[in-house]
């Protein structure tokens, strides 16, 4: 089991009046963690958010505090495998702590199933949403045309994941995909054409750079772009270029999904630049029909994926 460092926890126990639990890779498969990679604390607050989410640093840590308010059921996705690290109240009945204070809670996580099911076949259809969108700006705006591939690319990939079983996890999806295996060879193609919308090929020191410069402005509002950033210098000081790239993509997906028109005609160069989006228009469109027909293949027949 993850242990929580010392500092961490009496952090905790000095500074949240509500129930905290570990949660992310760090607590449900610490082997896998790098050193980059932060503590998730999720803090449980039943009647109105008690903490603002936000990111520190306790002696040589990073930490992300991340309140999740009303029923925890309701972010099952999230919280299972969480590791209590502050005793449960009368509110949250379903964890048994051990004497020391730190425990695997004991919920009832048999929807966790369905509810990964859910969340996957919702990412299939948000991939397949951004066909149109791709459609109407391909003409005026080759550069936004390209960005929505990559959010659908993105999409796409996350879907098959959670359908497969896994839960996504922005940092290390990259190598999360790389070890699926499937027999069904559409799927797999999928995959390929996925990627080949993402670019992972043009992943290089010189690129990785100029996204990180141009993310850190389009993050100039979030709290946590100072974590952003520290993560992809780590995998690139690692050499894991790839995978910082992936990453790096999928954090300007996270900012960009929901801006309008306005933001992203405005800023559309800062866009490029964060994601590295090609505008070969031909391109653009051999890649989206040949993810639009998969990822309509995917949800037509989701029930029969599975990964070895």
């Given at each position: 089991?993850?242990?929580i ?6 952090y905790?126990?000095?500074?949240i009046a ?8 760090r607590a ?13 604390l999720?803090i449980?607050s039943e009647r109105?958010?008690?903490h ?21 059921r309701?972010?099952?996705i999230?919280t ?8 449960f ?6 964890v048994?702590s051990?004497p020391d204070g730190?425990?695997?809670q004991?919920f009832d996580y048999s929807n966790?199933?369905?509810a ?6 919702k990412?299939?259809v948000?991939?397949l949403?951004c066909?149109?969108?791709i459609d109407?700006?391909a ?7 390209s960005?929505w591939?990559k959010i659908?690319?993105?999409d796409?990939?996350?879907g098959?994941l959670?359908l ?9 999806e990259?190598?999360?995909?790389r ?8 799927i ?7 990627l080949?919308?993402?670019g992972?090929e ?5 690129t ?10 389009l ?8 974590l952003v ?7 690139t000081?690692?050499g894991m270029l790839p995978?910082?790239y992936?990453?790096?993509?999928k954090?300007a ?11 992203c005609?405005?800023?559309?160069k800062?866009i ?10 031909p391109?653009?469109?051999k890649?989206?029909l040949?993810l639009?027909?998969t990822?309509k ?5 989701y ?6």
């Open positions: 089991m993850q242990k460092p010392i500092s961490i926890k009496k905790i126990d000095n500074n509500y129930p905290v639990a570990l949660i992310g890779c449900t498969d610490p082997k896998t963690s790098l050193d980059c990679c932060e503590y998730d999720a449980f109105a958010p008690g603002e989410n936000k990111f520190l640093r306790i002696g040589d840590h990073n930490i992300e505090l991340i309140n999740i308010c009303g029923n925890p309701k972010n099952i999230a299972k495998g969480m590791i209590v690290a502050k005793d109240v009368a509110d949250y009945p379903f048994t051990n730190l425990s695997h004991s966790y199933a369905n990964l099911t859910a969340f996957g076949k990412a299939i948000g991939s949403f066909y149109d969108k109407s700006v003409s005026k705006s080759p550069i936004l045309a960005m591939l659908s690319a993105y796409f990939l996350e098959i959670a497969s079983g896994y839960r996504p996890m922005p940092l290390h990259l190598n999360q995909i070890n699926l295996n499937f027999e069904e060879q559409t797999s193609n999928g995959i390929k054409v996925a080949a919308c993402i992972i043009r992943a290089t020191r010189s990785i750079s100029r996204s990180s410069s141009a993310l850190l402005q993050y100039s509002e979030d709290y946590d772009k100072e950033i520290e993560k992809a210098r780590h995998l000081k690692l995978d910082c992936y990453y790096l993509g954090m997906r996270k900012v960009l999904v929901n801006k309008n028109a306005t933001f005609n405005s800023y559309s800062l490029q630049m964060s994601m590295d989006l090609s505008i070969d228009t391109q653009i469109q890649l989206q040949e639009f027909i990822a293949n995917v949800l037509k027949n029930r029969r994926i599975t990964a070895a």
